[in-house]
Structures are given as C-alpha cells and as structure tokens.
C-alpha cells in the first residue's frame, strides 16, 4: 500500500515522447526573425537595467522607458504571430459542446478579434494626434512613434484576421 505522504510516480518517457510530438511541429520561419530581434533587443535593454542599477549602483534612466515600449511592440508584434499559428489561448474544452456549428463559433470569435483590433487601430489614431506634439519622458523620440508601431501591428494583424475570417466563412457554409 502507497503511502499519501509520498509524491506521485512520473513516467519521464511519457512526458518526453509528449515534448517530441509539441516540438516536432515547430519551426522558426523567416518572419519569426523581426520577432526575435525584438526580444533580443528587449532582453538586452532589460539586462543593461539590471547591471547598472544593481552592479553599478547608478541606474541609467531611459532603460525603464525603453523596455516598456519594446514590450509593448513585442506583445502586438507576437500576437500577429499567434494568430497566424492558432495558438492564442483557448477553452479548447468548449469546442466538443458545438459540434457541427463549432466552424461558425470559431468565425463569431474571429469577428469579436476584428473588433477588437479595429477599436485598437482608432485608438492609436486618436493618440497620434492627440500627442503629435509630445516627447518620451527619457528617449529622444516623439510619443506618437509608439502609437504608429502598435497601430501598425494592429492593423497587420487585423488583415490576417480578416483573411482568416473569408477562409473561415467558406468552410462554414460548405458544410
């Protein structure tokens, strides 16, 4: 008899076959390489905080600011990526009480993301030209350099959703 106090077996062939099958289906293509710098640059920025605050004990100042804005890019730049791939965060458990009409669901959530990316493009219109005049706190730049970035990327990955909106809408009504 198993004692409760003892962790549980781990079959580490089992978890390791299931990381060969996730890992067999990645590849890094060329798009991804914009993606990388970016986090390149931000891991970069990141580290020179770290050092000179805690090291050197005298933080430069535009450091906090820069890796603010790098994230920023960095999470629309990525979110691109992942709706090209499918692979955002999903109540994939949902999708088996749908049945038949799970292809019209998966076109609703593709409509409510066109939303959402169409309120983000008129935001960033709106701070550009609210802020047109406006520099960063600690980099030499214009503020609105920032909002064209994001506005941008959203509109980058607005297209791929419209275009995965026409793909969705022909599958859904041929079955």
Known sequence: MKDATQAPEIDFDALAKED??????????????????????????VFLQFFTRYVLNDSIAWTEEAARYLLILLTFAGAIRCQ??????????????????????HVFALLASFALFATILWSAWELIQRTSFQQMVSLPFPKYYL???????AGVNALVIVAQIINGLKTATRS
Request: proline share 2%; glycine share 6%; with cysteine.
């Open 147 to 153: 909002y064209a970035g994001v506005m941008a990327l």
């Open 20 to 45: 060969e099958l996730h890992f067999s289906n990645f590849k890094v293509s060329l798009a991804d390489y914009p993606l990388l710098a970016l986090f390149a640059a931000l891991f970069c920025v």
């Open 84 to 105: 090209i791939m499918g692979s955002h965060i999903a109540l994939e458990f949902v999708d088996k009480f749908y049945g038949r009409h799970l292809k019209w669901v």
